[in-house]
Protein backbone atom coordinates (compact mmCIF):
# COMPACT_ATOMS: atom_id res chain seq x y z
CA UNK A 1 0.00 0.00 0.00
CA UNK A 2 1.15 3.75 -0.68
CA UNK A 3 0.86 5.45 2.17
CA UNK A 4 0.65 8.96 0.04
CA UNK A 5 -2.49 10.96 0.63
CA UNK A 6 -4.97 10.91 -1.96
CA UNK A 7 -4.75 13.65 -4.89
CA UNK A 8 -3.40 13.84 -8.53
CA UNK A 9 -0.61 11.53 -9.53
CA UNK A 10 2.69 13.06 -9.44
CA UNK A 11 5.06 10.26 -11.09
CA UNK A 12 8.05 10.46 -9.47
CA UNK A 13 10.59 10.65 -11.93
CA UNK A 14 14.44 10.55 -12.00
CA UNK A 15 16.55 12.09 -15.09
CA UNK A 16 20.13 11.86 -16.36
CA UNK A 17 21.82 12.67 -19.07
CA UNK A 18 23.21 9.92 -21.33
CA UNK A 19 27.53 9.62 -20.53
CA UNK A 20 28.16 8.29 -24.21
CA UNK A 21 30.11 10.88 -26.08
CA UNK A 22 28.55 12.07 -29.18
CA UNK A 23 24.96 11.02 -28.46
CA UNK A 24 22.47 13.31 -26.86
CA UNK A 25 20.33 10.97 -25.14
CA UNK A 26 18.70 11.19 -21.47
CA UNK A 27 17.40 8.47 -18.99
CA UNK A 28 14.14 8.43 -16.88
CA UNK A 29 13.08 6.28 -14.11
CA UNK A 30 9.40 6.15 -13.40
CA UNK A 31 7.83 5.21 -10.16
CA UNK A 32 4.60 6.45 -10.18
CA UNK A 33 4.59 7.66 -7.15
CA UNK A 34 2.88 10.61 -5.60
CA UNK A 35 5.33 11.59 -3.75
CA UNK A 36 8.25 13.63 -5.71
CA UNK A 37 10.72 12.93 -2.60
CA UNK A 38 10.82 9.48 -2.72
CA UNK A 39 9.19 6.16 -3.13
CA UNK A 40 7.19 5.18 0.00
CA UNK A 41 6.04 1.57 0.20
CA UNK A 42 3.75 0.59 3.32
CA UNK A 43 3.94 -2.77 4.40
CA UNK A 44 5.68 -5.64 3.18
CA UNK A 45 2.84 -6.97 0.69
CA UNK A 46 3.30 -3.65 -0.89
CA UNK A 47 4.98 -3.90 -4.38
CA UNK A 48 5.80 -1.19 -6.84
CA UNK A 49 7.20 -1.84 -10.46
CA UNK A 50 9.81 0.83 -11.75
CA UNK A 51 9.81 1.63 -15.53
CA UNK A 52 13.47 2.90 -16.95
CA UNK A 53 12.98 4.86 -20.30
CA UNK A 54 15.42 5.85 -22.81
CA UNK A 55 15.23 9.43 -24.76
CA UNK A 56 17.31 9.52 -28.05
CA UNK A 57 14.62 10.81 -31.38
CA UNK A 58 12.00 8.82 -29.66
CA UNK A 59 11.01 7.13 -26.47
CA UNK A 60 12.54 3.98 -25.75
CA UNK A 61 12.49 1.08 -22.50
CA UNK A 62 14.69 -0.22 -21.20
CA UNK A 63 13.60 -1.77 -17.93
CA UNK A 64 14.47 -5.19 -19.40
CA UNK A 65 17.74 -4.18 -19.67
CA UNK A 66 18.82 -2.40 -16.44
CA UNK A 67 20.29 -4.01 -13.33
CA UNK A 68 19.17 -3.10 -9.90
CA UNK A 69 21.09 -2.68 -6.23
CA UNK A 70 19.74 -1.69 -2.89
CA UNK A 71 21.46 0.40 -0.34
CA UNK A 72 21.31 -0.96 2.14
CA UNK A 73 20.40 -4.35 0.66
CA UNK A 74 18.32 -5.72 4.01
CA UNK A 75 15.86 -2.67 2.97
CA UNK A 76 14.53 -4.32 -0.46
CA UNK A 77 15.19 -6.11 -3.34
CA UNK A 78 14.76 -5.30 -7.19
CA UNK A 79 13.14 -7.87 -9.34
CA UNK A 80 15.25 -8.14 -12.97
CA UNK A 81 12.01 -7.04 -14.43
CA UNK A 82 11.76 -3.56 -11.84
CA UNK A 83 9.64 -4.89 -9.57
CA UNK A 84 11.00 -3.86 -5.86
CA UNK A 85 9.92 -5.83 -3.16
CA UNK A 86 10.44 -4.74 0.50
CA UNK A 87 12.68 -6.40 2.66
CA UNK A 88 12.59 -4.36 6.21
CA UNK A 89 11.50 -0.71 7.41
CA UNK A 90 14.01 2.09 7.05
CA UNK A 91 15.18 4.37 4.48
CA UNK A 92 17.65 4.02 1.25
CA UNK A 93 18.07 4.15 -1.87
CA UNK A 94 17.30 2.52 -5.20
CA UNK A 95 20.55 2.27 -7.85
CA UNK A 96 19.28 1.39 -11.47
CA UNK A 97 22.33 0.52 -14.49
CA UNK A 98 21.84 0.75 -17.74
CA UNK A 99 24.78 -0.32 -20.35
CA UNK A 100 26.27 2.62 -21.43
CA UNK A 101 24.53 5.72 -19.00
CA UNK A 102 25.53 6.96 -16.04
CA UNK A 103 23.86 5.19 -12.75
CA UNK A 104 20.26 6.78 -11.60
CA UNK A 105 18.81 6.70 -7.92
CA UNK A 106 15.61 6.80 -6.34
CA UNK A 107 14.88 7.50 -2.54
CA UNK A 108 13.25 4.53 -0.69
CA UNK A 109 11.00 4.64 2.25
CA UNK A 110 9.83 1.35 4.06
CA UNK A 111 7.24 1.38 6.98
CA UNK A 112 5.04 -0.85 8.19
CA UNK A 113 6.78 -3.86 7.46
CA UNK A 114 5.04 -6.61 9.49
CA UNK A 115 2.60 -4.99 10.77
CA UNK A 116 0.39 -5.63 7.41
CA UNK A 117 -3.28 -6.29 8.10
CA UNK A 118 -4.91 -9.41 7.05
CA UNK A 119 -5.46 -10.24 3.39
CA UNK A 120 -8.71 -9.02 2.40
CA UNK A 121 -10.79 -11.98 0.22
CA UNK A 122 -12.86 -9.41 -2.11
CA UNK A 123 -9.75 -7.40 -3.22
CA UNK A 124 -6.79 -9.43 -3.01
CA UNK A 125 -7.44 -13.67 -3.02
CA UNK A 126 -10.47 -13.41 -5.73
CA UNK A 127 -7.84 -11.46 -8.41
CA UNK A 128 -5.63 -14.65 -8.08
CA UNK A 129 -8.07 -16.84 -9.51
CA UNK A 130 -9.03 -14.37 -12.55
CA UNK A 131 -5.56 -13.81 -13.00
CA UNK A 132 -4.48 -17.74 -13.67
CA UNK A 133 -7.96 -18.35 -15.10
CA UNK A 134 -9.54 -20.69 -12.06
CA UNK A 135 -12.70 -18.73 -12.52
CA UNK A 136 -12.64 -18.65 -16.44
CA UNK A 137 -15.42 -19.82 -18.41
CA UNK A 138 -13.50 -23.17 -19.85
CA UNK A 139 -12.54 -23.72 -16.16
CA UNK A 140 -14.33 -23.42 -12.56
CA UNK A 141 -16.13 -20.13 -13.84
CA UNK A 142 -19.12 -21.88 -16.24
CA UNK A 143 -22.49 -22.57 -15.39
CA UNK A 144 -21.76 -25.56 -13.93
CA UNK A 145 -18.50 -25.54 -12.64
CA UNK A 146 -15.71 -27.62 -13.26
CA UNK A 147 -15.52 -31.38 -11.10
CA UNK A 148 -17.96 -30.29 -8.45
CA UNK A 149 -16.24 -26.85 -7.87
CA UNK A 150 -17.46 -23.45 -9.21
CA UNK A 151 -16.38 -19.87 -8.85
CA UNK A 152 -18.25 -16.76 -10.38
CA UNK A 153 -17.58 -15.90 -13.91
CA UNK A 154 -14.52 -14.05 -13.53
CA UNK A 155 -15.02 -13.04 -9.87
CA UNK A 156 -17.48 -10.80 -10.19
CA UNK A 157 -19.82 -12.95 -7.40
CA UNK A 158 -17.30 -13.05 -4.47
CA UNK A 159 -19.42 -14.06 -1.31
CA UNK A 160 -20.43 -16.55 -3.69
CA UNK A 161 -16.85 -17.60 -4.28
CA UNK A 162 -16.24 -17.81 -0.56
CA UNK A 163 -19.24 -20.38 0.08
CA UNK A 164 -17.92 -22.58 -2.45
CA UNK A 165 -14.51 -22.23 -1.46
CA UNK A 166 -14.77 -22.47 2.10
CA UNK A 167 -18.05 -24.36 3.43
CA UNK A 168 -18.69 -26.96 0.43
CA UNK A 169 -17.89 -30.42 0.33
CA UNK A 170 -17.39 -30.15 4.14
CA UNK A 171 -14.78 -27.55 3.79
CA UNK A 172 -12.18 -30.29 2.41
CA UNK A 173 -10.68 -27.90 -0.38
CA UNK A 174 -8.48 -25.59 2.68
CA UNK A 175 -6.90 -26.92 5.88
CA UNK A 176 -6.69 -23.83 8.76
CA UNK A 177 -4.31 -26.27 10.52
CA UNK A 178 -1.30 -27.02 7.70
CA UNK A 179 -2.35 -24.37 4.93
CA UNK A 180 0.21 -26.25 2.98
CA UNK A 181 -1.47 -29.52 2.58
CA UNK A 182 -4.69 -27.69 1.68
CA UNK A 183 -6.62 -29.12 -1.72
CA UNK A 184 -6.72 -25.54 -3.43
CA UNK A 185 -2.85 -25.17 -3.45
CA UNK A 186 -2.04 -28.74 -4.30
CA UNK A 187 -4.73 -28.89 -6.98
CA UNK A 188 -3.02 -25.24 -8.55
CA UNK A 189 0.78 -26.50 -8.11
CA UNK A 190 -0.26 -29.73 -9.59
CA UNK A 191 0.92 -31.59 -6.38
CA UNK A 192 -2.02 -33.65 -7.34
CA UNK A 193 -3.85 -34.28 -9.95
CA UNK A 194 -5.64 -31.16 -11.67
CA UNK A 195 -7.02 -31.39 -14.57
CA UNK A 196 -6.36 -27.72 -15.55
CA UNK A 197 -2.89 -28.26 -15.12
CA UNK A 198 -0.06 -26.40 -13.07
CA UNK A 199 -1.50 -22.97 -12.80
CA UNK A 200 0.50 -21.72 -9.92
CA UNK A 201 4.27 -22.47 -8.80
CA UNK A 202 5.01 -23.09 -5.53
CA UNK A 203 6.77 -20.04 -4.31
CA UNK A 204 5.14 -17.60 -6.47
CA UNK A 205 3.96 -14.60 -4.81
CA UNK A 206 0.37 -16.17 -5.39
CA UNK A 207 0.99 -19.37 -3.97
CA UNK A 208 2.16 -17.52 -0.85
CA UNK A 209 -1.08 -15.24 -0.77
CA UNK A 210 -3.12 -17.61 -0.93
CA UNK A 211 -1.62 -19.45 1.75
CA UNK A 212 -0.96 -16.51 4.04
CA UNK A 213 -4.99 -16.35 3.73
CA UNK A 214 -5.60 -19.87 4.77
CA UNK A 215 -3.05 -19.55 7.91
CA UNK A 216 -5.06 -16.32 8.68
CA UNK A 217 -8.14 -18.19 9.58
CA UNK A 218 -9.38 -18.05 5.64
CA UNK A 219 -11.39 -15.20 6.70
CA UNK A 220 -14.41 -13.24 4.36
CA UNK A 221 -14.39 -9.58 3.57
CA UNK A 222 -16.06 -7.61 6.28
CA UNK A 223 -19.15 -5.91 5.02
CA UNK A 224 -17.50 -2.91 3.67
CA UNK A 225 -14.60 -4.27 1.49
CA UNK A 226 -11.78 -2.16 -0.23
CA UNK A 227 -13.08 -1.09 -3.55
CA UNK A 228 -11.29 0.01 -6.54
CA UNK A 229 -12.41 2.95 -7.70
CA UNK A 230 -10.40 2.83 -11.34
CA UNK A 231 -7.28 1.96 -12.42
CA UNK A 232 -4.13 3.47 -14.57
CA UNK A 233 -1.84 2.05 -16.92
CA UNK A 234 1.86 3.93 -17.50
CA UNK A 235 2.71 4.23 -20.21
CA UNK A 236 -0.71 4.48 -21.83
CA UNK A 237 0.88 4.85 -25.38
CA UNK A 238 4.33 4.29 -26.83
CA UNK A 239 5.84 4.01 -30.55
CA UNK A 240 7.58 0.72 -30.53
CA UNK A 241 10.15 -0.87 -32.98
CA UNK A 242 10.72 -4.20 -34.27
CA UNK A 243 12.00 -6.45 -31.05
CA UNK A 244 11.35 -3.32 -29.14
CA UNK A 245 9.42 -4.27 -25.41
CA UNK A 246 7.78 -1.78 -23.37
CA UNK A 247 7.23 -3.11 -19.51
CA UNK A 248 3.42 -1.62 -18.56
CA UNK A 249 2.87 -1.14 -14.67
CA UNK A 250 -0.79 -1.22 -13.35
CA UNK A 251 -2.03 1.38 -10.17
CA UNK A 252 -5.37 0.58 -8.36
CA UNK A 253 -7.04 3.29 -6.98
CA UNK A 254 -9.10 2.82 -4.19
CA UNK A 255 -12.21 4.86 -2.90
CA UNK A 256 -10.80 4.96 0.38
CA UNK A 257 -7.61 7.06 -1.51
CA UNK A 258 -5.24 4.70 -1.13
CA UNK A 259 -3.75 3.28 -4.27
CA UNK A 260 -1.54 -0.43 -4.83
CA UNK A 261 0.81 -1.64 -7.72
CA UNK A 262 -1.47 -4.24 -9.47
CA UNK A 263 0.93 -5.41 -12.26
CA UNK A 264 1.31 -8.78 -11.51
CA UNK A 265 -2.07 -9.37 -10.24
CA UNK A 266 -3.82 -7.83 -13.63
CA UNK A 267 -4.67 -9.86 -17.26
CA UNK A 268 -3.55 -8.40 -20.54
CA UNK A 269 -4.80 -9.29 -24.19
CA UNK A 270 -3.51 -7.90 -27.21
CA UNK A 271 -6.08 -7.35 -29.88
CA UNK A 272 -2.99 -7.29 -32.71
CA UNK A 273 -0.99 -10.57 -31.96
CA UNK A 274 1.03 -10.67 -35.34
CA UNK A 275 2.45 -7.59 -34.21
CA UNK A 276 2.93 -7.76 -30.53
CA UNK A 277 2.62 -10.42 -27.57
CA UNK A 278 2.23 -9.39 -23.97
CA UNK A 279 2.88 -11.65 -21.18
CA UNK A 280 1.44 -12.19 -17.25
CA UNK A 281 3.71 -9.37 -15.94
CA UNK A 282 2.53 -6.91 -18.35
CA UNK A 283 5.85 -6.85 -20.87
CA UNK A 284 4.99 -6.12 -23.96
CA UNK A 285 6.84 -6.82 -26.86
CA UNK A 286 6.91 -6.34 -30.83
CA UNK A 287 7.63 -8.69 -32.93
CA UNK A 288 10.35 -9.08 -35.33
CA UNK A 289 10.03 -8.22 -38.76
CA UNK A 290 8.71 -11.44 -41.07
CA UNK A 291 10.78 -12.26 -44.00
CA UNK A 292 12.33 -9.63 -44.45
CA UNK A 293 9.05 -7.36 -44.46
CA UNK A 294 8.55 -4.19 -42.22
CA UNK A 295 5.23 -4.59 -40.09
CA UNK A 296 2.78 -1.50 -38.91
CA UNK A 297 -0.12 -0.69 -37.07
CA UNK A 298 -1.43 -0.24 -33.45
CA UNK A 299 -1.27 -2.87 -31.32
CA UNK A 300 -3.66 -2.34 -28.22
CA UNK A 301 -3.33 -4.24 -24.67
CA UNK A 302 -6.76 -4.28 -22.61
CA UNK A 303 -5.42 -4.55 -19.29
CA UNK A 304 -8.31 -6.01 -16.27
CA UNK A 305 -8.52 -6.04 -13.02
CA UNK A 306 -11.56 -6.93 -11.25
CA UNK A 307 -14.31 -4.81 -13.24
CA UNK A 308 -11.97 -1.81 -14.47
CA UNK A 309 -9.99 -1.88 -17.80
CA UNK A 310 -7.34 0.14 -19.14
CA UNK A 311 -5.75 -0.12 -22.36
CA UNK A 312 -1.92 0.65 -23.90
CA UNK A 313 -1.48 1.72 -27.32
CA UNK A 314 1.25 0.67 -29.24
CA UNK A 315 2.33 2.06 -32.32
CA UNK A 316 4.86 -0.12 -34.82
CA UNK A 317 5.94 2.24 -37.40
CA UNK A 318 7.26 1.47 -40.79
CA UNK A 319 11.03 1.67 -40.72
CA UNK A 320 11.41 3.53 -43.83
CA UNK A 321 11.27 7.44 -43.88
CA UNK A 322 8.18 9.45 -45.23
CA UNK A 323 9.13 10.94 -48.57
CA UNK A 324 5.49 11.86 -50.00
CA UNK A 325 3.77 12.68 -46.86
CA UNK A 326 1.33 15.80 -48.42
CA UNK A 327 1.14 18.65 -46.55
CA UNK A 328 -1.54 19.12 -43.84
CA UNK A 329 -3.56 21.55 -45.07
CA UNK A 330 -4.26 19.75 -48.45
CA UNK A 331 -4.96 16.13 -46.89
CA UNK A 332 -7.02 17.60 -43.70
CA UNK A 333 -10.88 18.35 -44.72
CA UNK A 334 -12.39 17.74 -41.72
CA UNK A 335 -11.82 17.21 -37.87
CA UNK A 336 -12.08 12.96 -39.13
CA UNK A 337 -9.00 13.96 -41.91
CA UNK A 338 -6.94 15.66 -38.92
CA UNK A 339 -6.91 12.16 -36.91
CA UNK A 340 -6.50 9.79 -39.87
CA UNK A 341 -3.40 12.20 -40.80
CA UNK A 342 -1.57 12.10 -37.12
CA UNK A 343 -2.11 8.54 -37.11
CA UNK A 344 -0.71 8.05 -40.67
CA UNK A 345 2.21 10.28 -39.97
CA UNK A 346 2.92 8.05 -36.68
CA UNK A 347 2.72 5.21 -38.76
CA UNK A 348 5.28 6.51 -41.35
CA UNK A 349 2.35 5.08 -43.42
CA UNK A 350 1.79 7.64 -46.42
CA UNK A 351 -1.97 8.01 -47.69
CA UNK A 352 -2.97 6.32 -50.66
CA UNK A 353 -2.82 9.02 -53.76
CA UNK A 354 -5.84 11.37 -54.58
CA UNK A 355 -8.16 9.33 -56.82
CA UNK A 356 -9.28 10.95 -59.86
CA UNK A 357 -12.57 12.98 -60.62
CA UNK A 358 -14.43 9.87 -62.14
CA UNK A 359 -13.32 7.22 -59.23
CA UNK A 360 -14.47 10.28 -57.08
CA UNK A 361 -17.40 10.65 -58.46
CA UNK A 362 -18.60 6.71 -58.88
CA UNK A 363 -17.50 6.02 -54.84
CA UNK A 364 -19.07 9.56 -53.33
CA UNK A 365 -22.93 9.23 -55.23
CA UNK A 366 -22.46 5.48 -54.28
CA UNK A 367 -22.09 5.74 -50.47
CA UNK A 368 -24.58 8.47 -50.36
CA UNK A 369 -27.11 7.80 -52.90
CA UNK A 370 -26.92 4.37 -53.69
CA UNK A 371 -26.54 4.29 -57.45
CA UNK A 372 -24.11 5.15 -59.93
CA UNK A 373 -23.76 8.68 -61.39
CA UNK A 374 -25.76 9.00 -64.31
CA UNK A 375 -24.11 10.07 -68.05
CA UNK A 376 -25.49 13.61 -67.59
CA UNK A 377 -23.92 13.80 -63.89
CA UNK A 378 -20.72 12.45 -65.08
CA UNK A 379 -20.33 14.97 -67.52
CA UNK A 380 -21.25 18.06 -66.15
CA UNK A 381 -18.94 16.85 -63.17
CA UNK A 382 -15.90 16.11 -64.87
CA UNK A 383 -16.02 19.36 -67.25
CA UNK A 384 -16.34 21.63 -63.96
CA UNK A 385 -12.79 23.41 -63.65
CA UNK A 386 -13.70 24.90 -59.49
CA UNK A 387 -11.69 23.66 -56.46
CA UNK A 388 -15.00 23.01 -54.72
CA UNK A 389 -16.57 20.53 -57.11
CA UNK A 390 -16.11 17.54 -54.77
CA UNK A 391 -17.87 19.17 -51.84
CA UNK A 392 -20.24 21.08 -53.55
CA UNK A 393 -21.22 17.47 -55.21
CA UNK A 394 -21.36 15.83 -51.45
CA UNK A 395 -23.60 18.69 -50.29
CA UNK A 396 -25.85 18.12 -53.60
CA UNK A 397 -26.24 14.34 -53.09
CA UNK A 398 -27.37 15.27 -49.50
CA UNK A 399 -29.87 17.61 -50.36
CA UNK A 400 -31.35 14.44 -53.28
CA UNK A 401 -34.09 12.69 -52.39
CA UNK A 402 -31.64 9.59 -53.59
CA UNK A 403 -30.21 9.80 -49.94
CA UNK A 404 -33.27 10.34 -47.92
CA UNK A 405 -34.18 7.23 -50.03
CA UNK A 406 -30.90 5.32 -49.58
CA UNK A 407 -30.56 5.65 -45.96
CA UNK A 408 -34.19 5.01 -45.02
CA UNK A 409 -33.84 2.00 -46.34
CA UNK A 410 -30.58 1.36 -44.19
CA UNK A 411 -32.02 2.73 -40.95
CA UNK A 412 -35.42 1.00 -41.74
CA UNK A 413 -33.34 -2.58 -41.91
CA UNK A 414 -31.41 -1.30 -38.37
CA UNK A 415 -34.21 -0.45 -36.76
CA UNK A 416 -36.01 -3.72 -37.57
CA UNK A 417 -38.93 -2.04 -39.58
CA UNK A 418 -40.19 -5.32 -41.45
CA UNK A 419 -43.35 -5.26 -43.82
CA UNK A 420 -45.99 -7.77 -43.28
CA UNK A 421 -49.09 -9.07 -45.31
CA UNK A 422 -50.97 -8.24 -42.09
CA UNK A 423 -53.28 -5.03 -43.28
CA UNK A 424 -53.26 -3.98 -40.02
CA UNK A 425 -49.50 -3.76 -39.57
CA UNK A 426 -48.61 -2.72 -43.09
CA UNK A 427 -49.89 0.70 -42.66
CA UNK A 428 -47.53 0.88 -39.76
CA UNK A 429 -44.77 -0.02 -41.62
CA UNK A 430 -45.09 2.62 -44.19
CA UNK A 431 -45.89 5.09 -41.63
CA UNK A 432 -42.59 4.10 -39.29
CA UNK A 433 -40.23 4.42 -43.14
CA UNK A 434 -41.69 7.40 -43.93
CA UNK A 435 -40.75 9.03 -40.94
CA UNK A 436 -37.60 7.97 -40.67
CA UNK A 437 -36.99 9.43 -44.21
CA UNK A 438 -38.45 12.50 -43.01
CA UNK A 439 -35.99 13.26 -40.63
CA UNK A 440 -33.05 12.38 -42.61
CA UNK A 441 -34.67 14.85 -45.00
CA UNK A 442 -34.83 17.80 -42.47
CA UNK A 443 -31.51 16.58 -41.15
CA UNK A 444 -32.78 16.04 -37.64
CA UNK A 445 -29.87 15.70 -35.16
CA UNK A 446 -28.99 12.22 -34.27
CA UNK A 447 -29.74 12.62 -30.42
CA UNK A 448 -33.27 13.54 -31.75
CA UNK A 449 -34.00 11.02 -33.72
CA UNK A 450 -32.74 8.24 -30.87
CA UNK A 451 -35.33 10.35 -28.33
CA UNK A 452 -38.11 10.11 -30.55
CA UNK A 453 -37.77 6.93 -31.09
CA UNK A 454 -36.83 5.36 -27.34
CA UNK A 455 -39.81 7.76 -25.93
CA UNK A 456 -42.70 7.33 -28.77
CA UNK A 457 -46.18 6.42 -26.85
CA UNK A 458 -49.77 6.23 -28.73
CA UNK A 459 -51.11 5.66 -32.10
CA UNK A 460 -49.12 4.86 -34.98
CA UNK A 461 -51.05 7.76 -37.12
CA UNK A 462 -49.49 10.22 -34.71
CA UNK A 463 -46.46 8.88 -33.95
CA UNK A 464 -44.71 5.99 -36.30
CA UNK A 465 -41.53 5.65 -34.49
CA UNK A 466 -43.83 3.62 -31.76
CA UNK A 467 -43.95 0.30 -34.30
CA UNK A 468 -40.06 0.30 -32.97
CA UNK A 469 -41.88 -1.65 -29.57
CA UNK A 470 -43.74 -3.66 -31.72
CA UNK A 471 -41.01 -5.47 -33.00
CA UNK A 472 -38.65 -4.80 -30.19
CA UNK A 473 -41.69 -5.58 -27.60
CA UNK A 474 -39.08 -7.61 -25.08
CA UNK A 475 -37.72 -4.99 -22.27
CA UNK A 476 -34.16 -7.16 -22.13
CA UNK A 477 -34.21 -7.03 -26.36
CA UNK A 478 -35.06 -3.34 -26.01
CA UNK A 479 -32.45 -2.73 -23.68
CA UNK A 480 -29.91 -4.59 -25.68
CA UNK A 481 -30.89 -3.29 -28.80
CA UNK A 482 -30.64 0.05 -27.68
CA UNK A 483 -27.31 0.31 -26.65
CA UNK A 484 -25.75 -1.92 -29.83
CA UNK A 485 -27.96 0.17 -31.96
CA UNK A 486 -27.18 4.18 -30.73
CA UNK A 487 -24.30 3.57 -28.46
CA UNK A 488 -22.50 0.66 -30.31
CA UNK A 489 -21.88 -1.14 -27.01
CA UNK A 490 -23.16 -4.77 -26.70
CA UNK A 491 -24.75 -5.45 -23.28
CA UNK A 492 -26.15 -8.83 -23.77
CA UNK A 493 -23.49 -10.65 -22.00
CA UNK A 494 -23.89 -8.53 -18.91
CA UNK A 495 -27.24 -10.05 -18.37
CA UNK A 496 -26.45 -12.96 -17.03
CA UNK A 497 -22.82 -12.05 -15.59
CA UNK A 498 -20.50 -9.27 -15.84
CA UNK A 499 -19.17 -8.65 -19.35
CA UNK A 500 -15.72 -10.92 -19.80
CA UNK A 501 -13.89 -8.30 -21.92
CA UNK A 502 -16.14 -4.59 -20.77
CA UNK A 503 -16.40 -2.84 -17.90
CA UNK A 504 -20.34 -3.55 -17.62
CA UNK A 505 -21.97 -5.52 -15.19
CA UNK A 506 -24.98 -6.97 -14.40
CA UNK A 507 -26.10 -3.43 -12.52
CA UNK A 508 -25.44 -1.73 -15.60
CA UNK A 509 -27.44 -3.98 -17.61
CA UNK A 510 -30.53 -3.88 -15.79
CA UNK A 511 -30.14 -0.06 -15.13
CA UNK A 512 -29.99 0.89 -18.73
Known amino acids: MVTTPKGALHALCIVIYCAVPGIAATLEISTGSQSTDALHLSGARARRQLIVT ?13 TWRVEP ?6 EQGGMVIPQSNGTGTIIATVPNHKDITVPLVIDQFGNDPPLDF ?9 KHGCNGGGCHGKSGGQNGFRLSLLGFEPHEDYEHLVKESRGRRLSLVAPSTSLLLLKAAASVPHGGGKLIEPDSPSHQMLSQWISEGARPSGPNPPQVSHIDVFPKERTMHAGHSQQLRVLAHYADG ?9 QYETNAPDLADVDALGMVK ?6 GQSQCGTAGVMIRFQSHVAVFRGTLPLDTPIEHMPPRDTFVQNVIDDHVYTHLTKLRLPPSAICDDATFLRRVTLDIAGRLPTPNETIDFLNDDTNTKRGALVDRLLDSDDYTNY ?8 LRNKRTNDELHRNGTYAFHEWIRHSLAENKPYCDFVYDILTATGDVSTTPPVIWYRQVSDIN ?12 VRLQCARCHHHPFEKWGTDDYFQL
Open 407 to 414: FALKWSAI
Open 477 to 488: QQAEDASQLFMG
Open 258 to 266: HIEDVTRLA
Open 122 to 130: VSQIVPIFT
Open 54 to 66: ETHDTIHDVTSIT
Open 73 to 78: SSLAIV
Open 286 to 291: AHEHKD
